[in-house]
């Protein structure tokens, strides 16, 4: 007998708010994320150069080569050389909408708790003792949260500590929802 994902949506709330809170904490209060990103010496000239381009929103590479075939040519290895070699993403101008970045983080959380709680009502009976939900959902927790930054330094140029910073964060969020899910856990009917 499988555990009815509506029967957990107590742990998937009540996880959903208090990773919120810790991410809220983490980025505020602790602030270990804030070398994550170096300021460029000449910030106003590099602004000026990308404004003078009108590069629509989104991650754009430099130098730009998306053909493998191209790579191989001189003039791409030359610029590859020469340097830089970046990824610029670009946000719409003007500060950041907290609000709807808030509200985003909050569905991020909502849709892993939904996601988490689905994988534990597959593999965990009805009246599981607190220690399997625990183990179960913060391995999951841990996988759904973080895993997929490993890409970002291995492709994208993230230095490793950010990637370890934001595994950490995934940690302590799996933790989180893994003791919200444990401590609710439907007994047996």
Known sequence: MNVSLLALWMPILLGTFLAWIASALIHMLLK???GDYQQLGNEDEVAAAIRAGKPGLGVHSIPY???MKKMGEPEMQA???EGPVA???IFPS???AMGKLIGQQIIYFLVGGLLLGYCASLSLAPGAD???VFRQVASVGFLAFGWA???YSIWYGHRWSTALKF???ALIYGLIFAGCFAWLWPGTA
Do not use: A, N
């Open 32 to 34: 270990y994320h804030d």
């Open 65 to 67: 080569c998306v053909d």
């Open 79 to 81: 610029k590859f050389s």
């Open 87 to 89: 990824f610029v993403t």
């Open 94 to 96: 003007g500060m950041p």
């Open 130 to 132: 607190y220690l399997s």
């Open 149 to 151: 930054v490993i890409p």
């Open 167 to 169: 595994l950490l964060d």
